[in-house]
């Protein structure tokens, strides 16, 4: 048993069920009303445990915040897939459940996902974000994070735009 709150760490296949169930819970709770109810479900259904097995055997880099031994969120991280930005790293998602978002967990698993990126030599960070998530976007600012860019998503056939938020590495 550990005396920590607070634990970040790689998930493991033991962890696919706690990830589909704050998959489901932080996408609902963001996306509704923003995303087409039909849309969202689908997304939502799509992302079960079998989904998130094959993410960990495919090499997806997930690392999940538990607090008191109950997990709390996840951020999936890697190479940034943005092309000619001089930025190498990506969150590719960051969510909590609705009970632990506003508490510092989110800022703590950025942070340690960031490390982590650093480690591996992979300079500046990059998000991606739905832009009508303005809790999201808050969020982001709040680390510091730059708007540089927009982009455009499409889900259901609704277009949708996200704002690019960095933060600059610096090459030694």
């Known amino acids: 048993m550990s005396t920590d709150l607070i634990d970040l760490r790689a998930a493991r296949p033991a962890d696919c069920e706690a990830l589909a169930g704050i998959h489901s819970e932080a996408w609902l709770g963001a996306y509704r009303g923003?995303?087409?109810g039909?849309?969202?479900?689908?997304?939502?259904?799509?992302?079960?445990?079998?989904w998130w097995r094959g993410a960990l055997e495919r090499g997806v880099?997930?690392?999940?915040?538990?607090?008191?031994?109950?997990p709390a969120?996840?951020?999936?991280f890697g190479r940034c897939r943005l092309r000619d930005t001089g930025i190498e790293g990506e969150i590719y998602e960051?969510?909590?459940?609705?009970?632990?978002q506003?508490?510092?967990f989110g800022k703590a698993l950025f942070g340690s996902v960031r490390k982590t990126l650093a480690s591996r030599n992979l300079h500046g960070l990059a998000v991606q974000v739905l832009s009508e998530n303005e809790p999201?976007?808050?969020?982001?600012?709040?680390?510091?994070?730059t708007l540089t860019a927009k982009s455009w998503y499409r889900m259901g056939g609704r277009?949708?735009?996200?704002?690019?938020?960095?933060w600059p590495g610096r090459k030694t």
């Not at 039909?38 to 079960?48: A, E, H, I, S």
């Not at 969120?73 to 999936?76: L, N, Q, R, S």
């Open 73 to 76: 969120g996840y951020a999936t």
């Open 38 to 50: 039909v849309d969202l479900q689908k997304m939502v259904t799509r992302r079960g445990t079998g």
């Open 34 to 36: 923003v995303l087409h």
């Open 61 to 70: 880099e997930i690392k999940i915040v538990s607090v008191a031994d109950v």
């Open 94 to 100: 960051l969510y909590l459940k609705p009970e632990y």
């Open 102 to 104: 506003g508490l510092g």
């Open 136 to 145: 999201a976007r808050s969020f982001y600012r709040a680390l510091g994070g």
């Open 159 to 166: 277009r949708m735009e996200l704002s690019i938020y960095s």
